[in-house]
């Protein structure tokens, strides 16, 4: 079999960790497997990065972060190469250009484009363990990119599609996919399987346990990934295509996100196009907005709210400020989050949204703004009451049952 596996920043967060690894690895490959191994950097060392870069500049140039960022993934991979030799295995360490993996030019969330694999191929056939240092690939003008925060699962994906491998394992420090965070919540149930939709929704809500663009692609190639913890041994959560058996659950998982922060305009002018102008603006500077809330227009003047990454603010606030007079004040809340409730099961059913707004009523939490699709509800709220909506939410629906 070939298999491709990952692990993330806690399973290589230290030397032990790198050499238990090493040993994962080993067993693995003696079990007779193929093996390719993607890995993050050391936990800690992506934001460490960014923490230098902004000691510079509050936004720094987005080429300069991929340089500095993607520095983190080659250190892991080059000590797992040096731990498996020593321990008498053939491995090569690979960066992601050497991997094959061309991405768009969009610097800090680049997108992959294709993934040539002969080297890989080559490397596999000497009988070597090929370790790729994830996150990263490079542009058509042989730019090193990054592929967004959380991207070395992405990485791993494609490599798995591209390679065809028969699995693809993504190793972290928990042991599979729960209702919803088990640090948050420890009466959070792990589940077996979660429809690739699922997965989607909860990983781009928040539960980081997947980086959600590689379950999106993962879907779109049929990779099938199973999560698994690097420090036990256990069956982990299959990602797989929904079957009859997934459609039963109305509600499967609570997601919060931490990294949002709020803007608001105020006194914007009324006219048409004001809105196309800012928001073509701001995904320009690739800024991600979110939920948007426009009110109704008083005296030809409205006001305008949206939500951006809380690490796209500063750009945000400079993209607001080029507007100059044409709204009255711009305030921004950084002591935001979103809580969100997901399930495929809500298309069929009523009665979720209204259950989740009283239940954020009777603990007395206000909700700043909400947004909702076929199959989740998201909420605005004050980042202090984040876990503990997540707490109560998970009580309501009955998801330790
Ligand atoms: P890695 O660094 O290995 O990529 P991450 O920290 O990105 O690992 O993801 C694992 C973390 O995801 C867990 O420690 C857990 O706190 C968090 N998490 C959030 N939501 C969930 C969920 N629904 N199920 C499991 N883990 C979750
Ligand atoms: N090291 C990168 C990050 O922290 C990528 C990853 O860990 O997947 O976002
Ligand atoms: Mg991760």
Do not use: W
């Amino acid at each position: 079999m070939l298999i491709v596996q990952k692990y993330g920043g806690t399973s290589v967060g230290n030397l032990e960790r790198i050499e238990n690894v090493a040993r994962r690895v080993v067993k693995a490959k003696e079990e007779g497997n193929d093996l390719v191994v993607v890995v993050s950097a050391m936990s800690g060392e992506t934001n460490k990065l960014i923490e230098y870069a902004h000691h510079f500049s509050k936004t720094p140039s987005r080429r300069e972060m991929d340089m500095l960022l993607s520095s983190g993934e080659r250190v892991t991979a080059s000590l797992l190469a040096i731990a498996l030799q020593e321990m008498g295995l053939p491995a090569v360490a690979l960066t992601g250009r050497q991997a094959g993996i061309r991405t768009d030019d969009t610097h800090t969330y680049a997108r992959i484009e294709s993934i040539r694999t002969e080297t890989i191929e080559q490397e596999l056939k000497k009988g070597k363990i090929v370790i790729v240092a994830g996150f990263q690939g490079i542009n058509r003008h042989g730019e090193v990119t990054t592929l967004g925060r959380g991207g070395s699962d992405l990485s791993a994906v494609a490599l798995a599609g591209a390679l065809k491998a028969d699995a693809c394992e993504i190793y972290s420090d928990v042991d599979g996919v729960y209702t919803t965070d088990p640090r948050i919540e420890p009466k959070a149930k792990k589940l077996d399987t979660i429809s690739y939709d699922e997965m989607l929704e909860l990983s781009s809500l928040g539960a980081k346990v997947l980086q959600n663009r590689s379950v999106e692609l993962a879907k779109k190639m049929g990779v099938k990934i199973i999560a698994k913890s690097s420090f036990s041994d256990g069956p982990g959560t299959m990602i797989t295509e929904e079957d009859e058996t997934m459609e039963e659950v109305v509600v499967s998982g609570i997601a919060l996100d931490k990294n949002q922060a709020r803007v608001s305009l105020r006194d914007v002018a009324d006219r048409p196009g004001i809105a196309a102008e800012i928001f073509n603006k701001l995904a320009q500077e690739q800024i991600n907005v979110d939920m948007i809330i426009q009110n109704a227009s008083k005296e030809g003047t409205t006001n305008l709210g949206f939500t951006v990454p809380h690490s796209e603010l500063e750009r945000a606030k400079e993209v607001i400020g080029s507007f100059g007079g044409e709204f009255g004040s711009a305030d921004y809340d950084e002591e935001v989050c979103k809580v969100s409730i997901v399930g495929v099961g809500m298309k069929s059913h009523s009665g979720i949204a209204a259950k989740a707004f009283s239940t954020m009523a009777q603990n007395n939490i206000n909700i700043e703004m909400i947004s909702t699709s076929e199959i989740k509800i998201s909420m605005i709220i004050d980042e202090k009451y984040g876990e503990l909506a997540v707490r109560v939410l998970h009580d309501a629906y009955e998801l330790d049952k």
